[in-house]
């Protein structure tokens, strides 16, 4: 019903920067919520920032002043700049949504996107 396709991933330097956006696409009334996890093997997801349908946000002690989210409605797309990034930001990062799919229906679906690779060297 719903895809989140990813892109801004890669490899940087100790102190560079990234910015990853995420579009949802499909077949879906509306997107509420939206926000970016990241998991290192041998560790849980764990939730880096997510943003408000009125832009609220609410980020992660470990990013908080490096990292923004920001979204763009009318494309339905989320990003994440992130700066200031350091070797234990090295993870694969998801999109997530929450998103309305029949007009006239108050139940929300998840979803995930297929996740993209940040490498931070030292």
């Known amino acids: 019903q719903v895809q989140l396709t990813e892109s801004g991933g890669g490899l940087v330097q100790a102190g560079g920067s990234l910015r990853l956006a995420c579009a949802a696409s499909g077949s879906f009334f509306s997107i509420n919520t939206m926000g970016w996890y990241r998991r290192v093997p041998g560790k849980q997801r764990e939730l880096v920032a997510s943003?408000?349908?009125?832009?609220?946000?609410n980020y992660a002690d470990s990013v908080k002043g490096r990292f923004t989210i920001s979204r763009d409605n009318g494309r339905n797309t989320v990003y994440l700049q992130m700066n200031s990034l350091k070797p234990e930001d090295t993870a694969v990062y998801y999109c997530?949504?929450?998103?309305?799919?029949?007009?006239?229906?108050?139940?929300?679906?998840?979803?995930w996107g297929q996740g993209t690779q940040v490498t931070v060297s030292s």
């Open positions: 943003i408000s349908l009125s832009s609220g946000t």
């Open positions: 997530n949504a929450g998103a309305y799919i029949k007009l006239g229906s108050s139940l929300l679906y998840n979803y």
